[in-house]
């Protein structure tokens, strides 16, 4: 059978009953964007993977090696940011291709530990090898939580809000921009390859969402909208409905569309690589929850929907006509039919 | 600077500087073959990571999915070993070629979870990802261990017995094998082509020694003895003697030296993959460990040789005569100048 035919989570589906022996202090195991185990009475870690292959995820010709450092620790603190998690050290494999020279690791590594740095997290052991052919990196990152303040995908419950904490779409257009070569202006341009290639991490933000206590699920937008909030809906057994009205477009992304003709929502709901977090909240507290967090840091959360009962993700459009949204998502091995 | 100039080695020392911070519960980071960390007051946290890159590592037609899957794991387990843990969990990163079935995928699997289950191991989760080259496979293992029997590579004191758990060479002649299709007879071949693909993997053994009281420094024996032993030698700040006439050469080996005219001693002291437990013993206590290892697991453990002061590595040949080693084990860039 053809991988294409079943896809990455077909996959998965596939694997995990082989894989799972349960033990008695695992607390979740595949399934989340993190592993969790229990350490003592009131803490538990958290383990999670996340692998950057050249030519899949990154091209070396259109990233430095300080941002491609970055956004591979990036995209392992978003997985520990969507637990509401505390991250704790970094191992990295890596292997390297003839051609890769001793300045362009230290830059890599200095990029990494730029952002490991920022959050005390350690690269503390690993495995490097040569590659006949791409370079790859992987990370495994630890971290730890509060029992009691896990995030799961699967809490979500119907009438929970549905929020986004920033803009959407602005790393898929990056990426387009990188891709095409698409001449724009400087400004606008640096703007958005720098959302696609060093994307914020939300630690803090993720930790304050975790203990505010009325978040029900959360999931980091690593493959955009209609593929992450499909995970949300599986888990929890519910559906969701999208306000295409809602949906946070940045002036930057506008002007981007504008200039190549293209809709800024369709990128926001298909457009992968914003690690953003995307998270439901009980359906009485989120007024709260919206002042809080802009106390807390000076920036909004954005409504964007509300889970409903169900299966079905329902996707309001601007014209008044509803939708079923199919997921568009990144996967990587679907075929797309 | 190209990578071949410093070596593997050499490229860890670099940017190890860059790495470390140091925190609290921090017990081992870089420079051992498992992160070490505490759990609580007598346990500890391991912590390894190896990858396994296609051409590099293995050719996927020199290996069945199921084998390479063990091997995956088989190499993990063996980090674990040599700190005298036990292993718990794992996570898998793996970059899949277009090319690759879901049946080639469900054997890599069983083949890990072969060797998974047999120690309680679980794949607790990991990422799935395409690839545009080649395989590549990524297990981060935790395991746990006693803080007062973790085996590290720098407690080696002078004085000490040097010794080794089984024979070695086997992995080395199988992969020649493997590479030349050199033409042996099919019960030879087979075995030696096991020891390559399929390696014993010694978790009790290592819990047995760490457990003993009477081992000071361990290692698995991935690079060669060369190799390994020069990284208890420089962590411990001491020299060696290695015995050419005790270094243990199986039937098989000899047969396979025989037929190809390589000296078997060569490929002991520099052929990589043996994954055997280099260790070792406190100076009175080398025949009681010798004895009650065997009473526990039927197999001997072999003297190869003695810690001493200084940093030479010397092997006393056959002939009576001394020689220097200087590493000659597998090291991924290095071009050996």
Not at 25 to 46: P, S
Not at 60 to 73: A, E, F, Q, S
Not at 162 to 176: C, F, P, R, T
Request: with cysteine; proline share 2%; aromatic share 8%.
């Amino acid at each position: 059978m053809n991988l294409e035919e079943i896809g990455e989570f077909g996959l998965i589906k596939k694997v995990k009953p082989l894989c799972f022996i349960r033990k008695k202090n695992i607390i979740k195991g595949i399934g989340d964007d993190c592993a969790v185990y229990e350490i003592d009475k009131e803490n538990a870690a958290l383990l999670t993977t996340d692998m950057l292959v050249e030519n899949v995820h990154f091209l070396r010709n259109k990233i430095t090696p300080y941002d491609l450092g970055y956004k591979t620790m990036a995209v392992n603190l978003s997985d520990i940011s969507s637990m509401g998690g505390r991250p704790s050290d970094a191992f990295l494999s890596i292997a390297i291709p003839g051609d890769i020279t001793v300045e362009y690791l230290e830059e890599l590594y200095e990029g990494m530990m730029f952002l490991g740095m920022k959050y005390n997290v350690n690269i503390l052991g690993g495995d490097t090898t040569s590659s006949k052919t791409g370079l790859v990196l992987n990370i495994a990152l630890t971290g730890v939580i509060g029992k009691d303040n896990i995030l799961y995908r699967g809490s979500a419950q119907s009438g929970d809000k549905i929020y986004v904490n920033g803009y959407l779409g602005e790393s898929a257009a990056g990426l387009d921009i990188l891709l095409k070569d698409i001449d724009l202006n400087y400004k606008l341009k640096s703007h958005l390859i720098k959302c696609h290639n060093m994307p914020e991490v939300y630690i803090d933000e993720g930790i304050f969402l975790s203990e505010s206590g009325l978040v029900n699920a959360c999931i980091d937008l690593s493959d955009g909208i209609s593929s992450d909030l499909l995970h949300i809906c599986e888990e929890s057994t519910c559906g969701a409905v999208i306000y295409e009205d809602k949906l946070p477009v940045s002036k930057e992304l506008q002007e981007y569309t504008k200039s190549t003709g293209k809709n800024p929502e369709e990128i926001i709901l298909s457009g992968g690589e914003d690690y953003k977090l995307l998270f439901t909240v009980k359906k009485d507290y989120s007024g709260q929850l919206e002042k809080d967090y802009f106390e807390k840091f000076g920036q909004k959360i954005i409504c964007v929907g509300e889970i409903i009962e169900g299966d079905q993700i329902i996707l309001k459009q601007k014209n008044g006509k509803e939708r079923n949204i199919k997921p568009t998502g990144w996967d990587h091995f679907s075929s797309g039919t």
